[in-house]
Each structure stands twice: as C-alpha cells, then as structure tokens.
C-alpha cells in the first residue's frame, strides 16, 4: 500500500540524536542520526521501511508519522473536531448581567459609562432560555457562567433569579449544572458565597476566576476603586475565606514585564493556606495583551511558575500544551449582553454592531450573518490546513478569522522560524510532563 509522510511531522536534531514530533498526534520518537538517515532516504517512499526496517515502519505508522497515501490529514482532523464543536450535550450560556464596574483597570478593554444594567425584559428572556436548552434531548451538562463588568454588582436582580431558574429547570430533567463567575472580588465577601452556596448542586460546581495583578503594590496601582482605593487585602481576604468553605477559585494572575517579579510575593502570601485550601486555588499566568512579548519575562515567568509549585500551589498548564478550541468556537456556546444581544466572544468589546444575533421574546436566539461567518471559518483557510502546526494553531480562534478578509496566507502573520518555534515548544513541554511523570529522563 503507497504510504506517505505526514506532513504535521517535525524533525529536530539535537546533542543527543534526533526528535521526530507529530503535531496532529503528539506522537514522540526519539533516534539517532543513523537511523534519521534511514527515514530520509525513504522520505518519499515511507511503505518500503517495512521491509528494510519492519520495527521501524511499525513505530512511524503507531504515532502518526506515516499515513496512507491517500489521506487528506487536514479533512481527518476537521472531522474530529466538528464533533467536539457541535456537540449537544453540553451547553453553554454566558451572561452579562451588567456591564457597569466597581473598578478602573488601565488595561480594560470595555466602557463601564452609563446605566448598563439588565432590564426585566431580558431577564424573562433568559430565563425562557434556560428552561428550553435544558430540557433538550441528549444534554448532560448545563454550564452558567456570569461576566460582565462585575456580576456580583446585580445579585440580587440578576444572577440570584438565574441561578433559581437553572438549578429548577436542571434538577426536573437530571441535567447536571456547573456555574462560574469572572468577578473581580471585590464583593464576594463570605455572606455573598453562603447565598451562592445555596445553589450548588450536588453533581454540579460553583467556581469563580479573579485577577490578581502581581503583590499589594503592582495590584492596587492596577486595580483600583474610582476613588484610587487599593482592592489587594479585600480580595485575597476573601479568596481565603472562599477557599476555607470549599470553593473553587481560578486565580488569572495578569503580568506584564514589569509586575511579573512581583507575583513571588504571592507564594508566600497563599504558601501559607492550608493544604485542604490549596486544593481549591488553582493559578494561571496570563500576560496582559497590551505588554510585549519579552524573553526575559518568559525566563523569570518560569522561575515563578516554579516557587508556585514548590509551595504545594497548582498552577495551569501553559497554554502552549493544550490544542483545545475556545468557547467562542463551539456552537452550543453563547453569550447574551445585558440588553439581550447575543455574543460569542467575551474578550471584545459588547458593540452592538458586533453582536452576532439577539434573544427574542420567546427566549430563543436568532443568529445573524456575522455568526454563520464565524461558524464557516472556524476551521481556517487553505495556508492553515497545509501548515504544519494546524493541529495545533487551527487557524486561531474564530474571532480572529471573522476580523480577517484574508485567508491566502497565514492570519497570525507567523513566520517559518514562528512555526518550528511553537511546535517545538510543545514538544519539550511534552516531555517535561513526562519526565515530571515517570520520575525520569525521555
């Protein structure tokens, strides 16, 4: 059988031999020149190693690194991803409850002006919303995230009532419900996570994402009061309180090259929780999308993911290890604004000429062009499919392919180095893992 090699095959020569990666399979191999030597000469003819070398060929076909000739790799993988991103068994509903905020943080991307907060219209309209999705053939999981602005500014007038409408409509069809805020804190005293308790299921979660900004000095010159006020000891006074009764907290830690120093204090701050606490903090190292990229903060970035994890602290994988699409990519996920326009994407600003459709009176969401475009290019132009880090880039996330006109070439504007830069830092990620794993070398 005519066979070839895959093109999502990288070959990285170093000291100690060679690396053979496959960035479709993450398959790893490891040989020496000798036997790189071998490969090549039948590069163009891979089926004749079964009989040169039987063991070999069998090795290249287990990981990938051989196909039939026949394969369209690009198509196979968009087949297994149409059935991860379209999916019905889970659904995701995101609400702005307002879009106001209790504080002004230089690096925000949204305007907080004006009374921008959900009216009853709305608010009937999600509800009806929630009862239909849930009580949809086949689905397992309801997830209710809150975003805003800062959610936990409407409580009482919006996120109480959903919350009471998605744990009744999940529980009287056995659906199970998870629900997360992105809050920034400030306002989960220990009386707001009690009445937030109430609504945890017992198959469910409730978790909530809050940003610390490096120590109490970088954070408070970020994250701040309209009245200068510094939030630092209210909201790490309040993770600890959240984490003693149990809660989930994802801890986004927002660095730039100048506070990435800073977050060594923090080791020592949540060093000091107690084991039971630790296992419900998890940290995860995000760099503030305005700041350049610097080799130099990378470096110290690592060294702090380290202190981190010699306190007994988690901290999230790089996102350099993970291939996963985003929320906005999948078609059972959907964000409604406060005044009922309907969203994929939360890291953009809500304009409503951005909105890709809006819930109607009947609770149902009726989708625009801008979404059907979305959902046409999830899976990137031409250049992405022959590129050999597809498997891993896709193309980027559909927000970026529905701000792009331009699918002749690669939408990220990578370079060849860019691209063998990537893969192999998946790579060597890959293989620290499992080094940290099976207690020894590759």
Known sequence: MKQKLSRYTLVFEERNGVLLYNTATDGIMQMDTDLLKVVRKYWDRPEALETVHPDLHAALCKDGFIVGADSDEAEELIRGWEKQLNGTNVFRLTVNPTLNCNLRCWYCYESHGGNLRMKEGVLERLKKLIRKQAAKEGLGLFTLDFFGGEPLLMLDEVVLPLLEEARQACSEVSV???VSFTTNGVLLTEEVLKRLKEYETGSGSLSFQITLDGNREYHDNTRHQGNGAGTFDTIVKNISV???????????????????????????????????????IQFDFHQVWQDPYSTDTEAKLQDIRTLFEQEGLSVVPENRLTNSFCYADKRDSVVVNYNGKVYNCTAREFFPELSEGELNEEGEIVYNSRHERRMKLRYGGVACKQCNVYPICHGGCSQEKVETMAFDACIRHYSDEQKTEIAKGRLFRLLQLHEKKKGNSF
């Open 176 to 178: 199970k419900l998870n």
């Open 242 to 280: 959240a984490t003693a009764m149990g809660v989930t907290i994802f801890a986004r830690c927002n660095y730039t090259n100048h506070n990435i120093g800073s977050f060594a204090d923090l080791t020592d701050l949540f060093g000091k929780l107690t084991p039971e606490q630790k296992k419900c």
